[in-house]
């Protein structure tokens, strides 16, 4: 019986040894001959910092069944599985990728597959740049640092301001200004188009100063024949503002220092003539304007009025009653109560200026 089992054995060891010598080495063959794998074809991109990219790997022999992706060249743990592999980095970036078969036979190595991340640009004013403007003035903010910019009304702005300039060649915007102090926000882009981020935007404050307002000029007094000197009042003066004074719509300023009275600015002319006074921005504000023109003219004094006429210069009465007071000898008059000092009025209290007033006499004497 042992003997039997023992010639059982040897023949299926015999059988099995057949079979291999006969089915072995295409068996063999079909392991060892699955290993037509090649080193992956990669792509490189541009990103910009912050946006997502994907990088490829292709061509990897017959025999590819799969991508197996790495941060390393050599060893480490598979991060993905894929032909594709999708990444947001924030610097330039090289992975590794190496070809795998159906029996997870790997290629000859790994291939590097790259995501460059393109230096973003950073906005820097110019020292040209005009920030300081008159009320409704328009400022002119220049650049540089990038290829093109945007404009934003705040740091966190997502949208950019209406009407300011984009694209290539945007390195000037020239916003109109009314507030006191208004800001804006630039942000620069690479030539590749990637803007920098909202927490890196350049910040630009524009001011307003003071105008100047049109100077506002008066004869002043002491104006006529026998006063010696005829002067130009300046009723409107402002503390950033230089004035100068013409004569005769000559573009020659007149060589006389004027003179304050009151907050006002006052010219002894001297002279008849027509002038005007220009007023300039001492400030930041670089404005101008001009005064309307004022003739100065010789005035003849008038002499002093006749009372009816010259015919007398003292008037009697009754208490109560009203009697008139006429005079001649000017164009215009003052009547002055001479007892109290007080101008005379008529009943809506203004200023009689006519050559007349009716008097109603009391007890005593009223001089006018």
């Known amino acids: 019986m042992k003997k039997r089992n023992q010639l059982v054995t040897g023949f299926l060891r015999a059988l099995a040894l057949v079979f291999v010598l006969f089915s072995g080495p295409q068996l063999i063959g079909q392991i060892e001959g699955e290993t037509d794998l090649d080193i992956p074809v990669t792509t490189t991109v541009s990103t910009c910092a912050g946006q997502a990219a994907t990088v490829t790997a292709s061509q990897g022999g017959n025999d590819v069944s799969y991508y197996r992706w790495y941060t390393n060249e050599l060893g480490g743990s598979s991060i993905h599985t894929g032909a594709n592999l999708t990444r947001t980095v924030s610097t330039t970036t090289t992975f590794w990728v190496e070809s795998v078969s159906a029996l997870g036979n790997v290629g000859p190595a790994r291939a590097p597959a790259s995501i460059l991340v393109n230096a973003l640009s950073n906005a820097t004013v110019h020292s040209s740049s005009t920030l300081v403007v008159c009320v409704n003035g328009t400022a002119q903010i220049n650049v540089y640092g990038g290829t093109s910019y945007r404009w934003y009304s705040s740091a966190t702005a997502t949208s950019i301001i209406p009407g300011s300039p984009t694209g290539t060649g945007s390195s000037t915007y020239s916003p109109v200004v009314s507030a006191a102090s208004t800001d804006f926000y630039v942000a620069a882009l690479n030539a590749e188009g990637c803007e920098e981020p909202a927490a890196s ?52 300023e007149l060589a006389i220092t004027p003179r304050s009275e009151g907050g006002d600015l006052i010219w002894d002319v001297n002279s008849t003539g027509t002038y005007h006074v220009e007023g300039t921005s001492t400030g930041a504000c670089q404005d101008w304007d001009e005064s309307s023109p004022l003739s100065v003219q010789h005035f003849t004094v008038p002499g002093a009025p006749l009372l009816n006429n010259g015919v007398t210069t003292t008037l009697e009465g009754c208490t109560g009653t009203t009697i008139p007071l006429a005079v001649t000898g000017g164009s215009s008059y003052r009547w002055v109560n001479a007892n109290t000092g007080d101008d005379v009025e008529n009943g809506s209290g203004q200023l009689i200026t006519g050559n007349q007033i009716d008097v109603t006499l009391s007890s005593g004497t009223t001089t006018y």
């Open 201 to 252: 935007r350049t910040k630009v404050t524009v001011t307003t100063a003071p105008g100047v307002a049109k100077p506002l000029i008066e004869l002043a007094s002491g104006s006529c024949v026998g006063q010696n000197v005829f002067a130009v009042r300046l009723t409107n003066k402002e503390s950033h503002v230089s004035y100068k004074i013409f004569k005769d719509g000559s573009d020659q």
